[in-house]
């Protein structure tokens, strides 16, 4: 292909070679040629006309079939093998008509007998050039389809990659509901273990009568939108599914594209809110009922008595005590969940630290008659890089608990213990105790174990997620041995790093 050669707009001139020996031919030639517009160059042999076309590139040559050195045909010949689309006009006298002919049977494109009038060269070259720029356009017209082709080919793949790729399912049917593609999204969530069928309608994959019943009348055009329908599957899993109609530009239905997406996350963390809020409500509403109820007897002054009102008057204290004590709770649980409590790290005393609280517990105890008995199995115990007031609730969560479950006169051990890399906190009770079967539990927001006797021991069940919350921002791990009746440990192990 010459496509340097290639004219554009027919501005630029078009290439013209003449090979012949005779110098008449050749001058008179270039110039009748010149005159229309061609960009003529000459050759009196046939190695020289060779020599010009492998540097440069001539779409039409005028060859003369009867030259000295090489013969006319032996330069079509090797012409031809340079650039096939080259139009080689042979120049021959009368003599020669068949070797013309032979020419025409090599190739060349036409010919003009010796001597020739200018009006003749004229018209057998622009011939020529038209022929040429007729074949210039179709190449053009070629490429540019073959590009259309391409390019709706690597649409339509760009499109199916997609489709594969997205996460949602995808499913489309024909117009008697039939399904016709499904992506693997939707293989992978309702087509998992099932034969793949031909002809088999939505229902094959989707056991939901009122769905299948909606697929089939949009598939076949009767509504043109299902809206949103939620699918629920065995393996509790829901998915939010929407389809439309495929109409064509005759206005024809030819089925329906559906869309299936999957919400089960969504359901659960909306069912997760919903009952949290339906506990924090109830543990908000009681109290808030009870202290309600008490102020009201003291306005309307019904007891007329001034010690029954001091009396109402501190359980409506102790009440909103235990309400402040609950939000109190709520906030930090939701700060350390969040990751928004702040923990300033610095080192700690531990067995200090211990002693401090338990000190501070104590006066809390002896009102029960309890002891808290501390001992430090292993003193040489380094400081610990961490938030002292994280490290505080912990412990303080714990003995507290162990003081409120135990009956008066009980007794709480805390010992503390360091193993080469991890310092070990052990808080013990001789109290309720706590069934095997509750042992994760009690970690659970709002658990609380309700029996006969810690039916009247308020609490938020809040402060053992606190807690497990804590030890795991030290990256320590916290368990709980107990024996109803007998009494329960709670284990805090915390890495030194
Ligand atoms: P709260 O004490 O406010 O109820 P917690 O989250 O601290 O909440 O504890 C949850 C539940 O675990 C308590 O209601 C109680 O039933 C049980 N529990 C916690 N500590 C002890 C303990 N030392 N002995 C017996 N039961 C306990």
Redesign the pocket.
Known sequence: MMKTSKMDNNTEKMKVLIVDDEEDIRDGSARILSRINYDVLKASRGEEALEILEKEKMPIILLDLKMPGMDGLEVLSKIKEIDKSIIVIVITGYATVETAIQAMKQGAYDFIPKPFEPEQLRIVVNRAKEKLLLTWETEKLEEARKRTLLDLNTEKSRTRTIIEYIPNGIVVTNASGMVVLMNPAFVSAFAAGLEQKNDAVIDYYINDKKFCELVMAVSKGEILDTGDYEISMPNEKYYLSKGKSIISEENDCLGAVMIFVNVTAMKVLDRLKSEFVAKVSHELRSPLSTIHEQLSMVISDETEDEVEDQHILSRAKEKTEGLIALIGDLLDLSRIESGSMIHESRPVNIIELLKSIVDFLSTKAKNRGQTIDLSILNTEIPNINADPIALESIIG??IT??I???PDNGNIFVISDFDGKNIVIKVS?T????EEK?FSR??EKF???KNEK?RF?T???????I?KNLVDSLKGSITVE?KPSEG?T?TVTIPLI
């Open positions: 969560n714990l608990n162990a409120k479950y135990t009770d109290g309720f105790g706590i509750y009690v970690f658990f609380r174990i810690t021991i609490g938020t069940g809040l402060g053992l997620p807690v107990s329960s709670f």
